[in-house]
């Protein structure tokens, strides 16, 4: 048995997902009216077998839940639900037979025929898998709803602790992770505004003394609004932040988990914030002003549901163990009912002209050459263009340069902020290029003239 486990030790807890697409595999065979392949009966009894020994293990991952005294079949439901997150490609499976489920979940009924229980074993499987059944009570699995095509989930971080994947590879539901890295001596913002942006970390840099040492009331959070039109730093100052930190940055867009199911909102935004409780991460959920609108009468159900979500949000975020930052572009649309909610309110400006200047300076690559007449001063006096602008129309003459294969001259930086402008103009003439214009060349067609 010792040779058998040294030698299992290099497959670990993968043979189990393995195991669950094999026999999802077979399950398909039959349904297709064929027999499944004998390498693949083979491979299945393969599996079985490393199964049966990782289990038995002294060590085995699944000692790192609370698995203890749980059947052999209690642990073969566990594998087929923590299959859909542990190996995706079982969840693929899944849904082929699964025609009436959009989920890509199994259900008490679909194990029933997945894993060929007799009729004493589907009483087991309801004891362990119904509402408030064994599973759940042990907090490794979520029940949404009743019956036997409820779908069944994997508890909040259950997964990734039987594997022992670090936190920072989870991804909150909802959210996306924001992979930039940013410092503060990139920030372009007034003196000011950076000085409240380092006064938010205090929050959580001296949270220990303020609350455990000097009896501080507790708050969640803490809780930032940042205001300003697009591309003025927003996203980019929150990425300052989390690097300060060593934190990962998540954004959530809002537009993913409202719903017009009533009560799925206040659902998908429940799991958001299970998965992220108690993690060392930055959410961040951008154009809250969507949500966050001022209220105005309720004339039919869907207003008064539609308060219930907002009011349900922020409860959720002042509950939340963590910073949250809510971003907009509009914020005299947000109700002023919510300002007391947040810990810090930064408006982010469009940039002046020294900034532009600055701006114009970091975008550009560092390591490409420049011609002799780019003047950064000309540039950030001609168009009144924010930072994401900027960077945009940065990167543009850096590739028109590469093309012409020579240094990026004004007439790259003509043209790219050309393009940009043009994104949102549909009429633009080359007077709106101000000096720039006179390097703009003369093969850019201006669609605000005639030819």
Not at 78 to 107: D, R, S
Not at 250 to 258: E, G, N, Q, S, T
Not at 341 to 360: G, H, K, N, T
Request: contains cysteine.
């Amino acid at each position: 048995m010792t040779l058998a486990l040294e030698s299992f030790s290099s497959v670990g807890i993968h043979c189990e997902w393995e195991r669950i697409e094999v026999l999802a595999q077979c399950l398909a065979a039959s349904r297709s009216g064929k027999e499944p392949e004998t390498e693949l009966i083979a491979r299945l009894r393969r599996l079985q077998h490393q199964v049966e020994v990782l289990r038995r293990g002294e060590n085995s991952p699944w000692m790192r839940l609370p698995t203890e005294d749980l059947s052999f079949l209690g642990l073969d439901v566990l594998a087929c639900i923590f299959a859909t997150e542990a190996k995706p490609a079982v969840a693929w499976h899944y849904q082929e037979l699964q025609p009436g489920n959009n989920q890509p979940y199994v259900t008490s009924a679909f194990l029933q025929i997945l894993l060929a229980l007799d009729d004493q074993e589907v009483r087991a499987l309801q004891a362990l898998a119904g509402v408030h059944g064994e599973l759940e009570r042990r907090n490794l699995i979520e029940v949404e709803g009743e019956g036997a095509f409820a779908p069944l989930r994997p508890a909040r971080g259950a997964v990734a602790k039987l594997m022992g994947w670090p936190e920072t590879m989870l991804t909150p539901p909802g959210a996306t992770r924001v992979k930039e890295q940013a410092f503060w001596n990139e920030l372009v913002l007034p003196p000011d505004r950076e000085i409240m942006l380092r006064e938010y970390l205090l929050w959580l840099k001296h949270r220990h003394i303020v609350v455990h040492e000097w009896g501080g009331k507790t708050v969640g959070g803490p809780v930032a609004l940042f205001s300003g039109p697009s591309g003025t730093g927003k996203t980019f100052a929150a990425c300052v932040m989390a690097t300060e930190l060593g934190w990962p940055l998540f954004r959530v867009d809002l537009a993913r988990l409202v719903s017009k199911y009533i009560g799925e909102t206040e659902k998908n935004l429940g799991r958001l914030f299970d998965a992220a409780h108690g993690r060392k991460m930055i959410l961040q959920f951008d154009e809250v002003d969507a949500l966050m609108s001022k209220r105005g009468e309720i004339k039919e159900a869907r207003d008064r549901y539609a308060n219930m979500e907002v009011s349900y949000l922020l409860a959720r975020i002042e509950d939340h163990d963590g910073p949250c930052i809510l971003t907009t572009n509009l914020r005299n649309q947000i109700d002023k009912a919510f300002s007391r909610r947040f810990q810090m309110v930064v408006e982010f400006p469009r940039p002046d002209e020294a900034a532009r200047a600055r701006l114009w300076a970091l975008m550009i690559p560092p390591r490409a050459p420049l011609g002799e007449g780019v003047e950064l001063d000309l540039l950030a006096r001609s168009v009144n263009l924010t930072g994401g602008n900027i960077k945009n129309a940065a990167l543009h003459a850096a590739y028109l340069a590469a093309e012409d294969g020579r240094c990026i001259s004004m007439g790259h930086i003509a043209t790219a902020v050309y393009r940009e402008l043009a994104k949102d103009r549909p009429q633009l003439s080359r007077n709106e290029l101000g000096p720039l214009a006179a390097h703009l060349p003369s093969f850019v067609q201006c669609s605000g003239e005639r030819p």
